[in-house]
């Protein structure tokens, strides 16, 4: 039923974008008469696809072909079904994102209105300049960028402030792109041990820096740590790491990447130097795109402006900044992130209530009898690490579908986002479902349960 | 009359999302009576939208207030005006493209299947891998990524091959992204003068590189050369350029920024170890995107996978590539490249009519007595610099809005994207446009002439 509306909702959009293109193709002086026809003719597939929404999908007797563009498949995992996707659920766009993409999905459509001194975060139509303040105000920061991701947010602080051979700390959990980043500035990873809790702690980082101190002579270059991780969704010390990298001098790097857009984040707070947050794993934005905070003492380093000069023309560029090469996110990406904003803005006040939502489910969870949670509990983030191998995978073991039966049973009931096949350890993240969705979830996993005869608390 | 047609094809297609939403807050067991009647109601307003379309606009005796999503005013210059802007006109997206990030605009959307080794250019489905494969082809190079930007592919083959100090050759007309590519890797940016025609050739370029071994004691590590420069958008010989990069060894990169996308390029042809595009300059994709065609013999550094070991945990990340980063374009900004690749496959084969075009505008444009074209001529490119100073600048000086009357002129004619105000040296780019708007256009122009008392030839 809700297969065929939603596929009817996409061809309805479509149609209108075939309308969209009639217009793009006309003359300032109006349509031909052939182009008003066309316009004509895909606003009465509208209206048709409207009576089959509003039927309800009863009146189509058979299902409609699957709605293409040109080879590729359309996306309605987020229509059909509630997904629990470790990196997917916050980066949903928000209705407003996705009208934003709409209207400014065109290459370069933030420069219409770009003047001196040629600047993204310069621009005062559409409103990026403000944005761009009312970012830092948002992270507490002295300034703010956006960036091609979180990654490339990394990558700018590392190569501003890392020489090659120098070590850099990161947390025993950190993400793949952190390791990325100190490895293209020819630098080297030093990891804080995690510890039997599986958490990064303050007195760990402190004895790190004074091994690497000790092993090579010289202090760390900069501090690194993801302050929940991308394995277990654990909180780490980051105030407390913040309040050692001061003592020592290192700057601190505060990975937010799970928490900028979900969660409340204050660099002064926290004592950060940098603020690191992605757009499109916690913005609700289009990918790539990512946002870095910086303190006014390392603006002029990481933010600092060309200095070179063309050897024969003399050409200089003006005040575009070395490290994020000038402007980043010059069209949809952005626009998909400042239009999700305000609603970004109000949600890391509901932090607590989502985190709410997470311990609940993982309670009913837990209530199949060798379901575990591998995260620390009571959960403080809504991305967990669960272990099933003492209840689905007994299943899976002699099941004809292996582990994908289970994968089915969830599909079968409007789940998914779990690691197709995986029985054992994997991850899952209810950030942003109502409690609604929770219930029908947590209801989901113990009739699975129930059905193949698995004990159930 | 346009204008609200127009915007009411962004109001039925905001509508829809709305309904979208819906789907997206509902149960996978169906939708609340509350959430039906809502449905009920958004495509009602889609039903009066079509309806106002289908009118012409003529049946509502006022304007509707102008659709914005929140504080964000909708773009809407593409369907109402003839856009000429310099580096916006090949960045258009095809509908197709426009469908694609309504369908795949949400953050992670490209991670539905990512399944071993974890590479974005691995995923199967949505067809990434094989969009890799036809865009190496497509190139005619060896292999193919997707980056943000074409800058994003400068720096990481920079960063790959030039060592701190070194020097990197490239044109005295190369775009700024290039100096900050070569200033990000600490090394020095050397120019090839332009000869008295802006035309860079492959002798200048020969020249170069005895001058930087003479005055530096080294060749230079990479010779980096615009195909067609972003000031006159003039054709460099980057043919010769690749030729004397062999007779030295030094790896060439061909930044066709301007061209990839629009005209045929093959990097085997040309003699390029590195071809560079952009897709939201070229490509009709969203910002930021870009490509990098990689030959074999330059492969194993330029996309080197991560050596990197955790010193404590030991871990490791597989086939993630350094300079990369990883994963590059994880969403709508990739989904839009593909969707929009047939089509920019087809149409670099009407490069020459796109050239023939242009040719027709600035010779209508150059009846105006005055007004020059500064780029070479005829002209092998839609991007153009010109020189009105002797032509519409003359009303300028004494017009009391100055310059801008001149903007005004334009866009009461339905034209944007010419530099608001300036009347003496600008740019315009006319790539896309049917025969019908360059005729209009060049109406246009000679019109606005003739009412300001210009000679006309």
Same mark, same amino acid.
């Given at each position: 039923?809700a297969?065929i509306?939603?596929?009817?909702t996409?061809?309805?959009?479509?149609?209108?974008e075939?309308?969209?293109?009639?217009?793009?193709?006309?003359?300032?002086?109006?349509?031909?008469p052939?182009?008003?026809q066309?316009v004509r @003719?895909?606003l009465?597939?509208?209206?048709? $696809?409207?009576g089959?929404i509003?039927?309800?999908?009863? /009146?189509?007797?058979t299902?409609?072909?699957?709605?293409?563009?040109?080879s590729?498949?359309?996306?309605?995992?987020e229509?059909e079904?509630?997904?629990?996707h470790?990196?997917?659920?916050?980066?949903?766009?928000?209705?407003e994102?996705?009208k934003a993409?709409?209207?400014?999905?065109d290459? %370069?459509?933030?420069c219409? $209105?770009?003047?001196?001194?040629?600047?993204? +975060?310069?621009?005062t139509?559409?409103?990026?300049e403000d944005?761009h303040?009312?970012?830092?105000?948002f992270?507490?920061a002295d300034?703010?960028?956006v960036t091609p991701?979180?990654?490339?947010a990394?990558?700018?602080?590392?190569?501003?402030?890392v020489?090659?051979?120098?070590?850099?700390?990161?947390?025993?959990l950190?993400?793949?792109?952190e390791f990325?980043?100190?490895?293209?500035?020819?630098?080297?990873?030093?990891?804080?041990?995690?510890?039997e809790? #599986?958490i990064v702690t303050a007195?760990?980082t =402190? @004895?790190?820096v004074?091994?690497?101190?000790?092993?090579?002579?010289?202090?760390?270059?900069l501090?690194?740590? +993801?302050h929940f +991780? !991308?394995?277990f969704g654990?909180?780490?010390?980051?105030y407390?790491?913040?309040?050692?990298a001061?003592?020592y001098?290192?700057?601190f790097l505060? /990975?937010?990447? !799970?928490?900028v857009?979900?969660?409340p984040? +204050? =660099?002064?707070k926290?004592?950060a130097?940098f603020?690191v947050g992605?757009?499109h794993?916690?913005?609700?934005?289009v990918a790539?795109?990512?946002?870095l905070?910086?303190? #006014?003492?390392?603006?002029?380093?990481?933010?600092?402006?060309?200095?070179?000069?063309?050897?024969?023309?003399?050409r200089?560029f003006g005040i575009k900044?070395?490290? #994020?090469l000038?402007?980043?996110?010059m069209?949809?990406?952005?626009?998909?992130m400042? =239009?999700?904003?305000p609603t970004?803005? @109000?949600r890391?006040k509901r932090?607590d209530?989502?985190?709410?939502k997470s #311990?609940?489910f993982?309670?009913?969870f837990q209530?199949?009898?060798g379901?575990?949670?591998l995260?620390e509990w009571p959960?403080?983030?809504?991305?967990t690490?669960?272990d099933?191998t003492?209840s689905?995978?007994?299943v899976?073991?002699?099941?004809?579908?292996r582990?994908f039966?289970?994968?089915?049973e969830l599909? @079968?009931?409007?789940?998914?986002?779990?690691?197709a096949?995986?029985?054992?350890t994997w991850?899952?993240?209810? %950030?942003?479902?109502s409690?609604e969705k929770i219930? !029908?979830?947590?209801e989901a996993f113990?009739?699975?349960?129930?059905?193949?005869?698995?004990?159930? /608390?």
């Open positions: 039923m297969n509306r939603v596929q009817r996409f061809d309805a959009l479509f149609a209108l075939d309308v969209r293109e009639i217009f793009r193709q006309s003359l300032p002086s109006g349509l031909t052939e182009q008003e066309k @003719e895909s009465a597939k509208v209206r048709e $696809y409207i089959e509003e039927a309800g999908g009863a /009146n189509t007797g299902c409609p072909p699957k709605t293409r563009i040109g590729l498949e359309i996306r309605t995992r229509e079904y509630i997904n629990i470790p990196i997917q659920v916050a980066g949903r766009l928000t209705p994102a996705r993409i709409i209207a400014y999905g290459g %370069y459509s933030t219409d $209105y770009c003047r001196k001194p040629f600047r993204l +975060d310069r621009i139509r559409p409103g990026i944005f303040a009312e970012l830092a105000r992270l507490n300034q703010a960028r991701g979180a990654r490339r990394f990558q700018a602080v590392v190569s501003a402030l020489e090659k051979g120098d070590s850099v700390i990161v947390s025993s950190a993400h793949y792109t990325l980043a100190v490895e293209q500035a020819g630098a080297i990873v030093k990891e804080v041990p995690k510890n809790k #599986n007195d760990a =402190a @004895e790190k004074e091994e690497v101190k000790r092993e090579t002579g010289k202090l760390p270059a501090i690194m740590i +993801d +991780d !991308y394995m654990n909180e780490h010390d980051v407390g790491i913040a309040k050692v001061k003592q001098g290192i700057p505060y /990975n937010g990447a !799970y928490t857009g979900i969660a984040v +204050d =660099a002064k926290i004592g130097d603020v992605s757009g794993k916690s913005m609700a934005s790539p795109s990512g946002v905070g910086v303190s #006014n003492e390392y603006a002029p380093k990481v933010l600092r402006t060309t200095q070179m000069v063309g050897d024969v023309t003399k200089k900044e070395v490290e #994020n000038g402007c980043t996110l069209g949809g990406t952005l626009l998909s400042m =239009a999700s904003f970004v803005k @109000e890391v932090w209530e989502e985190v709410r #311990n609940y993982l309670e009913q209530r199949v009898e379901s575990k949670v995260s959960r403080k983030h809504t991305l690490k669960v099933t003492g689905y995978d007994t899976a073991r002699t099941h004809k579908r582990g039966y289970f994968s089915e599909a @079968e009931r409007g789940i998914v986002g779990e690691f096949g995986a029985t054992k991850k899952l993240n209810t %950030y942003g479902l409690w219930k !029908y979830l947590s113990l009739d699975i349960a129930r059905k193949h005869g698995l004990n159930v /608390n």
